[in-house]
C-alpha cells in the first residue's frame, strides 16, 4: 500500500472497548448501580452488561457483608463499571426488608451514585418469585409464601419506591422503573447502547412446577433432574392455570390501586408506564395447578423426564 494513503485509514474500535470508553465518558465521576430486582430481566441485563465489558463482577454474598459490599462499590467506581445484582436490596422471600439501609450504605460508601431498581405487576411478579422459590427447593408450599410476603412491609411496591426515593439524597439518586425489555431500557439509562441479551425463560409451567413437587414427594427422581427434565412439560398451562392458589390470586388482583399509585411515582421519575401493565390486574384467577393436578399428570411427568433425559440414573454420582 502506498504509505502516503496509510494515514487515511480507519481504525476499527472493538464493540466492548468502545462501549466501555463511551460509559466512562457519559457516568464519569458517578457509580452506576442497577439493583433488580428479582425476577425482572436482571439475568439479561448482567449477560449484556458483561458482554459490554462494563459489568462489575460480584456474588450474592458481597452484599450481605458489609466490607465486601464497600470493595465491590469501590471497584466498580475506580474501574468505571456497573454493579448488578438482585440481592444487592435484599431477598425476594422476605421481599426487601432491609432495602433503606442498604441503600444508606451505598450513601456512606460512594460519593456519587445512582441506583435503578426495575418493578413488575404484583401477579405477575409473585407468581415468578413463587416459582423460583419451589425450583430452588427453598419452598413448595404457597400458603406459607403468602403469609409471609403478605405481612412484609414491601408487599407494597409504592411503599417501597416511596421509602427508597426518601432514603436516598442529593449524593444518591434513585430511579424506579418498570419495562418489559430491561436491556434496551437500562441502556437509555446509561447512555450507552447495549448487546441484545439471547437468554431464554428457563421458568416451568405451573404444571411442570406442581409435578416437580410432586416428584419430590413421592419419587425418587432427584429434584435437580426432575427440574432439567421439566423444562416443556405442558407448555399451554402457563395460559389457563396458575401456580399461586385462588385467594392469593385475588389478592393480588386488589393490588391494583398499589400499582396505580406506583405508576404515578415513577412517571414523576420521568418515565411514562404504558396503561397496558394494568392488564395483569383485569385477568381473571385462574385455576390453581395444585388443584387439578392428577395421577395421570404425575405419571405423563414422569415419562417426560425419561424421555428428555433417557440416563438421568447415569447423572446421579
Known amino acids: 500500500m502506498d504509505p502516503r494513503c496509510q494515514r487515511w485509514r480507519v481504525r ?30 436482571s439475568t439479561s441485563l448482567q449477560n449484556s452488561l458483561r458482554v459490554a465489558g462494563i459489568l462489575q ?23 468505571n463499571r456497573v454493579v448488578s445484582s ?6 425476594m422471600y ?31 411478579w409473585h407468581a415468578s418469585a413463587y416459582s423460583q422459590l419451589v425450583q430452588q427447593g427453598t419452598l ?10 403478605e405481612s412484609s412491609r414491601y408487599f407494597s411496591w409504592s411503599r417501597l419506591a416511596r421509602d427508597l426515593l426518601n432514603a436516598g439524597g442529593s449524593s444518591t439518586r434513585i430511579r424506579v422503573r418498570a419495562a418489559q425489555n430491561v436491556v434496551r431500557d437500562y441502556a437509555k439509562v446509561l447512555r450507552v447502547p447495549l448487546p441484545r441479551s439471547t437468554r431464554k425463560n428457563s421458568s416451568l409451567s405451573p404444571m411442570a412446577l406442581e409435578a416437580l413437587v410432586r ?9 435437580e433432574v426432575a427440574r432439567r427434565g421439566l423444562q416443556n412439560f405442558m407448555p399451554e398451562s402457563r395460559l389457563t392455570t396458575s401456580v399461586l392458589s385462588r385467594e392469593f390470586q385475588s389478592r393480588l388482583l386488589e393490588m391494583r390501586e398499589d400499582w396505580l399509585q406506583l405508576t404515578g411515582i415513577i412517571n414523576a421519575e420521568t418515565q411514562v ?3 397496558s401493565w394494568e392488564t395483569s390486574y383485569l385477568q ?18 414422569e415419562e417426560h423426564i425419561r424421555l428428555v433425559i433417557p440416563d438421568w440414573q447415569k447423572t446421579r454420582g
Not at 438482585?86 to 431477598?91: C, I, K, Q
Not at 421481599?95 to 413488575?120: C, D, F, H
Not at 381473571?284 to 411427568?301: C, H, N, Q, T, V
Open 273 to 275: 408506564i404504558s396503561g
Open 94 to 124: 422476605d421481599m426487601y426488608s432491609t432495602a433503606p439501609e442498604r441503600i444508606e450504605l451505598i450513601t456512606n460508601y460512594v460519593e456519587r451514585s445512582e441506583i435503578t431498581l426495575y418493578l413488575k405487576p404484583h401477579p405477575e
Open 86 to 91: 438482585e440481592h444487592l436490596l435484599g431477598e
Open 12 to 41: 476499527v474500535i472493538p464493540a466492548n472497548v468502545f462501549r466501555r470508553k463511551l460509559h466512562a465518558l457519559k457516568n464519569q465521576g458517578e457509580t452506576r448501580i442497577h439493583a433488580g430486582l428479582h425476577k425482572t430481566g
Open 140 to 149: 413448595t408450599d404457597c400458603v406459607a409464601y403468602q403469609e409471609r410476603v
Open 57 to 79: 463482577s460480584s456474588s450474592r454474598s458481597d452484599f450481605r457483608d458489609p466490607v465486601k459490599f464497600q470493595a465491590t462499590l469501590s471497584e466498580a467506581g475506580s474501574h
Open 284 to 301: 381473571g384467577i385462574r385455576a390453581p395447578a395444585r388443584d387439578i393436578f392428577s395421577g395421570r399428570d404425575l405419571k405423563a411427568a
Open 215 to 223: 416428584l419430590g414427594q413421592e419419587t425418587s427422581i432427584p429434584w
